[in-house]
């Protein structure tokens, strides 16, 4: 069974600080990584995906790399913003179809 | 393009009553999924179809949450009889596969048990 793990689970920082966010899973048999953004009240939004096969995948101020090997991936917010203040979290797609999630880590980007 | 479709958005019902949710996935999407988040943790799948059929329901509590999905589209999350501890969001996702397709997430229905 896929077990996945966010560490830390609570993370605030000043504003214009780089995130650093963790994931490690047990089982490197995976389709994917996916993370994603949670606010209060709402569903998830999809911010990264990356395959088994990639390295790492960016978007803006985000960049997400795996080492699937190592079972971990990192996500990581540059220069954060207020706006930036969520729970982020990470989902694994194992070769078995299913997609297991993290508990999550909430973000607090103090102005 | 049309997100995932949830409805109710909020649900209060007491304990041993029955609640019910609804799901319309992305246009052309195979793959749906409900999940049930308690407060502070991470979604838990209840159930994956891929169309209409059963992928995953280790972990619905079948003697008290059921779910269908008639003809490989919409879906509906039954609970009957709530208890206290059912008090969560459902979040409702689709992908257009199994693979390495990515998954999209609907707004969610809080559902309070008093």
């Known amino acids: 069974k896929q077990e996945v793990t966010q560490i830390p689970a609570a993370l605030s920082v000043p504003e214009g600080e780089n995130l650093v966010l963790n994931c490690s899973f047990t089982d490197s048999a995976i389709y994917n990584l996916q993370w994603f953004r949670q606010d209060p009240g709402k569903g998830l939004t999809s911010l990264l995906l990356i395959q088994s096969s990639q390295r790492e995948q960016t978007s803006g101020r985000l960049n997400a790399s795996l080492d699937k090997s190592s079972g971990r991936s990192t996500l990581y917010i540059a220069a954060s913003q207020p706006g930036d203040s969520a729970t982020y979290l990470c989902?694994?797609?194992?070769?078995?179809?299913?997609?297991?999630f993290g508990a999550g880590t909430t973000v607090t980007v103090r102005a | 393009e049309a997100g995932v479709a949830q409805s109710p958005r909020y649900k209060i019902i007491e304990k041993r009553q029955s609640v019910a949710f609804w799901c319309n996935p992305i246009?052309?999407?195979?793959?749906l999924y409900w999940y049930q988040q308690i407060l502070g943790q991470g979604p838990k799948l209840l159930i994956q179809?891929?169309?209409?059929?059963?992928?995953?329901d280790s972990q619905l509590p079948k003697d008290r949450f059921s779910a269908e999905r008639l003809k490989g589209v919409d879906s509906t999350l039954k609970i009957q009889p709530a208890k206290l501890e059912d008090s969560a969001v459902y979040l409702c996702?689709?992908?257009?596969?199994?693979?390495?397709?990515?998954?999209?997430f609907g707004q969610g229905t809080r559902l309070t048990v008093v």
């Open positions: 996702a689709s992908s257009l596969g199994q693979g390495p397709e990515r998954a999209f």
């Open positions: 989902a694994v797609r194992s070769n078995d179809y299913k997609l297991s």
């Open positions: 246009s052309g999407h195979a793959t």
């Open positions: 179809f891929q169309n209409n059929g059963v992928v995953d």
